[in-house]
């Protein structure tokens, strides 16, 4: 007898986070997935070498008609959709006073005003396959800020508030909305070798792999929201209890820079750090 299936949208899926949870939700029972990121040759590769069915739709989300487009490819060959991953997303490194609204405006953009414009597209089929699930990979970032970082950050904030208040708004539907917020997470293009060189930070480092068991727990598993590595919670926990401590210390700087690409292939962000 086949398995119920079970259909997911991962965007920013062509490499780090949002490969490994491809890979991870190819595990599940009756797994049916699409992939969404620009690069179409990765995503070919990738969606071969799953053993499990799986299309994918190369475009750039920030374009007018990418959410429809992913739409139609779910409506279209598979009727209904069990889980939306919005994963994709960057970061462009500079302070305010240097960046300014432009900086600011093309982070948003792909942060937070693309994973709307996607939800938008997509809810009316959640609804209609409900129980179903949201799952928004926000970041540390998004709890906390740094100089720097404040156009990251603020997007990150966004979509973290937001997420809240989609998930009060859409669980009499059978929607459930969860949060992810990494950390610093290993990939291939930020390794992260001198943080986990240093038995002081090696804890700080976590994989693409840890991040996408949290999207489970958090998307299908109905968690609220999940921190990768657990222990940046207390980074949070401490901005809110003793903000002015807080402020002092990270007055004080550090090596690590807490700005990330969420996404696979989103322009490369002037950084030299990568926490989500």
């Known amino acids: 007898m086949n398995a119920q299936p079970f259909v997911a949208v991962v965007t920013g899926a062509s490499s780090g986070i949002g490969e490994a949870t491809v890979r991870r939700l190819a595990r599940e029972p009756g797994a049916r997935l699409v992939l969404v990121a620009r690069r179409e040759d990765r995503l070919r590769a990738l969606a071969e ?91 540390v970032s998004g709890r906390v800020a740094r100089a720097g970082s404040g156009a990251y950050s603020a997007s990150k904030f966004a979509l973290a508030g937001w997420s809240e208040s989609l998930y009060l708004e859409e669980r009499a539907n059978g929607v459930h909305v969860g949060l992810v917020l990494p950390g610093f997470i290993a990939t291939e293009g930020f390794p992260a070798a001198e943080l986990k060189a240093r038995l002081a930070t090696r804890w700080m480092v976590s994989r693409p792999e840890r991040v996408a068991d949290a999207i489970v727990d958090a998307g299908p598993g109905g968690k609220a929201e999940r921190y990768v590595p657990r222990p940046y919670f207390l980074a949070t926990l401490s901005r809110v209890l003793t903000p002015a401590l807080y402020r002092r210390v990270m007055s004080g700087g550090s090596a690590a820079v807490m700005t990330t690409r969420t996404g696979s292939d989103a322009p490369e962000p002037q950084q030299a750090g990568k926490p989500k």
Not at 72 to 82: C, E, M, N, Q, S
Not at 103 to 124: C, G, I, K, W
Not at 128 to 134: L, W
């Open 49 to 139: 070498s799953l053993g499990v069915p799986a299309g994918f739709v190369a475009a750039d989300l920030t374009s007018e008609g990418a959410p429809d487009e992913v739409l139609r490819h779910v409506r279209d060959t598979h009727g209904r959709l069990d889980l939306l991953v919005n994963n994709a997303g960057a970061g462009w490194r500079a302070r305010f006073a240097d960046g300014g609204h432009a900086n600011v405006s093309q982070t948003m953009e792909l942060n937070f005003d693309a994973q709307v414009r996607l939800t938008e597209a997509l809810l009316p089929l959640l609804r209609e396959s409900a129980p179903s699930s949201i799952v928004n990979v926000s970041s």
